[in-house]
C-alpha cells in the first residue's frame, strides 16, 4: 500500500485511478439505491472495525465529563439546598394559608346552614373585638342600632346559643358570652324535659365555663343530655341550642353540680347571628 | 510511518466527530475534518495519497452517519485528488492562501455533496443561512494548524 502511494503514477494513470475509485464508489451507491444487501455488509464491516475505538473514547469521554458534572453539581448543591428551603418555607406557607381558606369554608358553611334554617331574618355581624381577659366573656361585634340592633337580642352561631346584647352603639355592639359569670339561660333537658338555668361559671368549677343549676338530685341526668333554651327567661327563645352535659353528679344539698359543653365554639366565635327579641316563635333544636 | 501517520489522522477526525461531537453538537455543524484530512493529505503527500485518504475518510464517514456508502467517499476522494494536483502545481504557503484552498476544499466537498445526492434522489441538506460559511471557517481552522503540524513532521523526515 505504502509503496503504491509512493511510486509517481503518471497523469494518465493516476486520473484512470481516480476514475476508478469514483466509478467503483459510484456503483456502490447506486447498488445501495435498488438494494440493501452490499450496504449491510460493508457498512456492518467498516462499523465492527471502529466501533471498539468508538466506544473507547466515549468511555473516556464519558468518564470525564461525568467527573466534570459531578464537581459542577458539588459546587451548586449549596445554592440548590438554600432555594429549596426558601422553596419549603414559602410552600408551608401556602399549606398553612390553604388549611384556614378550608377551615374558613367549613365554619361559613356552617354559619349559612344555620342561616338557613332560622324562621326568622337574623342580623349577621362579625366579630371584631374579644374581652381582654383570658376566658372571652363578652365579644364585639360590628353591627349596632343602625342596622336594628336592639338590646338584649340572643345571638347565635353555628352550633347553637352565643349569648345575649349588653350594650350598644351606633355600628357595634357588645354581647355578653353565656360563660359570663352574670349570664343566666332557662333552659330544658330535651330528654326528660326537666328544667333549669345554664350560667357562666367563672372557670373555676368548670373547665367549659357553664353549669347547668338547679336540677334535683332526684332527676335523671347523664352526660350527653342535649341542653336547649326554655324560653321562661322572656329573653332567649325557646329551643335554641344551649350544649350537652359534660359532666353530673349529685351536689351536696338539693341540686346536682353539672357541667355544660357549649354547643358553639365560644373561644372561636367570627361570625354571629343577632336574633330579633323574643317573640312567639321557636326555632328547631340545633343540637349536634 | 506516512500509512501511520494517515490512519492516526482519520481516527482522531473520526472520534472527534463521532464522540466529541455529542456532547459539543457545533462540531458537527461547523466541521467537516474528514474533508480536511483528506484535503491535507492530498496537498502535502500528493494526489494518490489524497485519494486513498480521501476515500477511507470518506467511506468511514459514511459507515457512521447513516447515509448511503459512497456520498462522502466520492466527495473526499476528490477533494483529496484534486488537493494532490493543486499542491503538485501550487505552492500554498501562508495562512491566506491556506485559508483559501481549505475553504475551497470544503466548498468543493458541499457541491459534490449537493450534486451526487440529486443524481440519488436522496438530496442533502447543506446547512441553512451562514452554516457553510461558518463550515468554511471551521475547516479552515482546522486545516491551517493540521497542515502545520503535518508539515512540521514532514520537513523533520526530510533532515
Redesign the interface.
Given at each position: 500500500?505504502?509503496s503504491?502511494?509512493?511510486?509517481?503514477?503518471g497523469s494518465r494513470g493516476?486520473h484512470f485511478?481516480?476514475l476508478f475509485?469514483?466509478v467503483v464508489?459510484?456503483l456502490?451507491?447506486?447498488s445501495?439505491?435498488t438494494t440493501e444487501r452490499?450496504?449491510a455488509v460493508?457498512?456492518g464491516l467498516?462499523?465492527a472495525l471502529?466501533s471498539p475505538?468508538?466506544r473507547g473514547?466515549?468511555a473516556v469521554?464519558g468518564g470525564a465529563?461525568s467527573t466534570w458534572n459531578g464537581y459542577v453539581d458539588l459546587r451548586g448543591v449549596r445554592e440548590d439546598n438554600q432555594r429549596l428551603r426558601e422553596e419549603v418555607a414559602r410552600l408551608e406557607q401556602v399549606v398553612w394559608l390553604e388549611r384556614d381558606l378550608v377551615a374558613s369554608y367549613r365554619r361559613l358553611s356552617g354559619v349559612l346552614e344555620l342561616a338557613e334554617r332560622l324562621p326568622y331574618e337574623p342580623i349577621v355581624a362579625e366579630v371584631i373585638g374579644l374581652d381582654a381577659s383570658a376566658w372571652f366573656r363578652t365579644i364585639t361585634v360590628n353591627q349596632g342600632k343602625n342596622r336594628g340592633v336592639v338590646l338584649n337580642a340572643p345571638v347565635v352561631a353555628a352550633g347553637g346559643l352565643v349569648g345575649r346584647v349588653i350594650s350598644l352603639g351606633p355600628d357595634v355592639a357588645q354581647i355578653q358570652l353565656l360563660t359570663d359569670r352574670d349570664c343566666a339561660v332557662g333552659a330544658l333537658l330535651t330528654r326528660t324535659r326537666n328544667r333549669g338555668i345554664v350560667a357562666g361559671s367563672g372557670e373555676q368549677s368548670s373547665p367549659s365555663g357553664l353549669l347547668l343549676n338547679y336540677v334535683s338530685n332526684l332527676q335523671d341526668v347523664v352526660e350527653g343530655d342535649p341542653i336547649v333554651t326554655s324560653g321562661i327567661d322572656g329573653i332567649y327563645h325557646k329551643g335554641i341550642a344551649i350544649g350537652r352535659v359534660a359532666s353530673v353528679r349529685n351536689g351536696p344539698r338539693l341540686f346536682k353540680t353539672i357541667t355544660v359543653e357549649p354547643a358553639a365554639k365560644l373561644a372561636r366565635l367570627e361570625e354571629v347571628f343577632i336574633l330579633p327579641v323574643v317573640g312567639d316563635i321557636e326555632i328547631t333544636e340545633q343540637v349536634e | 510511518m506516512k500509512f501511520l501517520e494517515i490512519a492516526l489522522a482519520i481516527l482522531v477526525a473520526f472520534l472527534v466527530q463521532t464522540v466529541l461531537g455529542r456532547y459539543f453538537a457545533f462540531l458537527n455543524v461547523y466541521l467537516d475534518l474528514f474533508t480536511v484530512v483528506a484535503a491535507t493529505f492530498g496537498l502535502l503527500r500528493g494526489r494518490m495519497v489524497g485519494l486513498c485518504t480521501g476515500t477511507a475518510a470518506g467511506l468511514l464517514q459514511d459507515a457512521f452517519s447513516g447515509g448511503l456508502l459512497g456520498f462522502n467517499g466520492m466527495s473526499k476522494t476528490t477533494v483529496g485528488y484534486l488537493a494532490g494536483i493543486v499542491g503538485h502545481h501550487l505552492i500554498i504557503r501562508g495562512w491566506s492562501t491556506r485559508l483559501l484552498f481549505f475553504v475551497g476544499a470544503t466548498l468543493l466537498d458541499m457541491a459534490i455533496l449537493a450534486g451526487v445526492g440529486r443524481l440519488a434522489e436522496q438530496p442533502r441538506v447543506l446547512g441553512e443561512g451562514l452554516t457553510p460559511l461558518y463550515l468554511c471557517v471551521g475547516n479552515a481552522i482546522a486545516g491551517i494548524l493540521l497542515l502545520g503540524r503535518v508539515d512540521r513532521n514532514r520537513s523533520s523526515e526530510i533532515l
Open positions: 500500500m505504502a503504491t502511494l509512493n511510486a509517481p503514477l493516476g485511478f481516480f475509485v469514483l464508489q459510484a456502490l451507491l447506486s445501495q439505491v452490499g450496504d460493508l457498512r467498516i462499523v471502529l475505538f468508538q473514547a466515549e469521554v465529563r | -
